[in-house]
């Protein structure tokens, strides 16, 4: 395999495991999110699904294993009612569209469309969410959010969430 076709195979899974914590997140998003956006949460919800089955069907046709998801994540802070479920949802689509726009530097021609195509999409997710918008969604390292924690200068209207990854729950 190419350096090339090595960097978009590891791209695509760390969006494949991007899309297994949205999933993940968006179960607890759903669980606690008022009556009126739980229609917007299951959309949501449904989106990185069939997005998550379509990174691993691509990882496949690539002659590789799909990676895992993992039994349980790690939230970037507690979700205890409505408000803290919609700053969950703006936190998931945020990284999901880190990712892709990881995607979109790694791959070529049609994947670099359906990465571009994916990360706007959790851009526009994360405006809704949120109610503003970064400058350069999905490059922390340009809309002012440090790239090292994820923390937002306290001038942009970042959610007050801590910046910790949703990542793998430890086991054991």
Known sequence: MSEKAGAELTALQAALAAEHAAVYGYGVVGGRIGEARRAEARAGYDTHRARRDALAREVRALGAEPVAASAG???????????????????????????????????????????????????????????SSVAFPGLAERDGTDPATGSAPATTAAPAAPPAAVSPAATG
Do not use: H, N, Q
């Not at 408000?83 to 949802?89: K, P, Q």
């Not at 999901?96 to 994916?118: I, K, N, T």
């Open 73 to 131: 994540y790690a939230l970037p802070f507690a979700v205890p009612d409505s408000a803290a479920a919609v700053r969950l949802a703006a936190e998931l689509e945020s990284r999901v569209a880190g990712v892709y726009s990881d995607l979109v530097r790694a791959a070529g021609d049609a994947r670099r469309r359906e990465a571009a195509a994916a990360l706007r999409e959790a851009a526009v997710r994360a405006v809704r969410w949120r109610g």
